[in-house]
Nanobody, 115 residues
Framework: QVQLVESGGGLVEAGGSLRLSCAVS????????LGWYRQAPGKQRELVAE???????NYADSVKGRFTISKDYAKNTVTLQMNSLKPEDIAVYYC?????????WGQGTQVTVSS
């Protein structure tokens, strides 16, 4: 059973920073890719950032230059550093792990940005 547990969401002023962390219940080498998605009210879930087993990263255009994804093999965590936050970043952020077409999701953490 794979579990992903997010933490670090909250309320921040526009221009501020938050750091999201996802604790994974098994060795993250198991996954082909790990990442973060978000879902704003009334919108579909969308990719924010992804990192492959080889370390290649992929970011949504809207967060490039502001967000950074990283992973820690020793702690089995994947982290999303979010800087220069904007009101349009408001959403529930979900941690994702993918292996051979199977996708695992965390329960989500709310990020709210006040203008």
């Amino acid at each position: 059973q794979v579990q992903l547990v997010e933490s670090g969401g909250g309320l921040v002023e526009a221009g501020g920073s938050l750091r999201l962390s996802c604790a994974v219940s098994r060795n993250i080498l198991y996954f082909n890719a790990l990442g973060w998605y978000r879902q704003a009210p009334g919108k579909q879930r969308e990719l924010v950032a992804e990192i492959t087993s080889g370390g290649t990263t992929n970011y949504a255009d809207s967060v490039k230059g502001r967000f950074t994804i990283s992973k820690d093999y020793a702690k089995n965590t994947v982290t999303l550093q979010m800087n220069s936050l904007k009101p349009e970043d408001i959403a529930v952020y979900y941690c994702m792990g993918r292996r051979v077409g199977v996708i695992y999701w965390g329960q989500g953490t709310q990020v709210t940005v006040s203008s």
